[in-house]
């Protein structure tokens, strides 16, 4: 394809993504009073955790307008992901090598389960860490909590440990592209336990801990997961070399 024949095809693919943007932008309209029902839950149960007063606060004329429109952008972004991630892919994949292709949809169908996992571990902790940073105010002050303050906060939350999870991906794909090896990440497994760690205190302040380790864990057996992909791969590569090697000696003079 020429560049003009490239730059046609990217402007199709582009409205094809807006327009399953759009639609789905709509259906979350009509499904964000849902969402907001279950994003402020955490925040009504502080009234028995705590016996205090806690509301959600509009502080603007516009606040409960723009909240909607944003959680609508945002479920719509969910909703057509998978029109606007083929968009992506089939513009991208006709110019991709077939091992590069390999990897490529390995990546899609291994992250995108990885990150909704994260995501639903976020939602999981999300009133234990709701609960303990407004628990920090006297027991005879009220909550007035601002609405969008409180979704950035949600959302930046659940993406965050999201992606957490999805960072194993990205160690196999260094491997297989010969920048890491398994030797290095096994020898770099304590500070990797450390790093874990420390992530999960300050994403799920928790007093309790369970919600730390309930996404420590996880996050330290696909560390773990991802050496053992990365070994079984360095072994094959191995091999292939021996093999290869041994090729070249047995045919020489």
């Given at each position: ?94 110019g991709l090598t077939r091992t590069e292709k390999k990897y490529t949809f390995g990546f ?146």
């Open positions: 394809m020429s560049l003009g024949q490239h730059l046609v095809e990217l402007r199709k693919r582009l409205y094809l993504a807006a327009a399953g943007l759009l639609i789905g932008a709509i259906a979350g309209w009509f499904l964000s009073d849902f969402v907001w029902d279950q994003l402020r839950e955490p925040i009504y149960a502080i009234i028995n955790a705590q016996h205090r007063n806690a509301q959600i606060n509009y502080p603007d004329i516009t606040s409960a307008f723009d909240l909607k429109l944003k959680i609508s952008l945002y479920v719509g972004l969910i909703v057509s992901s998978p029109v606007w991630l083929y968009q992506v892919f089939a513009f991208l994949v006709p899609l169908f291994t992250a995108i389960p990885l990150f909704l996992a994260g995501c639903a571990a976020g939602w999981v902790v999300l009133p234990h860490v709701v609960e303990l940073m407004t628990s920090f105010a006297p027991t005879e002050d009220s909550a007035f909590i601002n609405a969008q303050g409180y979704f950035d906060f949600v959302l930046k939350l659940v993406v965050a440990i999201g992606i957490a999870f999805v960072l194993p991906v990205f160690i196999v794909l260094l491997n297989f592209a010969g920048v890491i090896s398994a030797a290095s990440i096994i020898k770099s497994w304590r500070i990797a336990i450390l790093v874990i760690v420390l992530f999960t205190a300050i994403a799920t302040p928790a007093a309790d801990v369970v919600s730390m380790f309930l996404l420590a864990i996880p996050m330290v057996m696909l560390y773990f997961a991802a050496y053992g992909i990365a070994w079984l791969h360095d072994r094959r590569a191995a091999r292939k070399v021996l093999a290869f090697e041994k090729e070249l000696g047995l045919r020489a003079p």
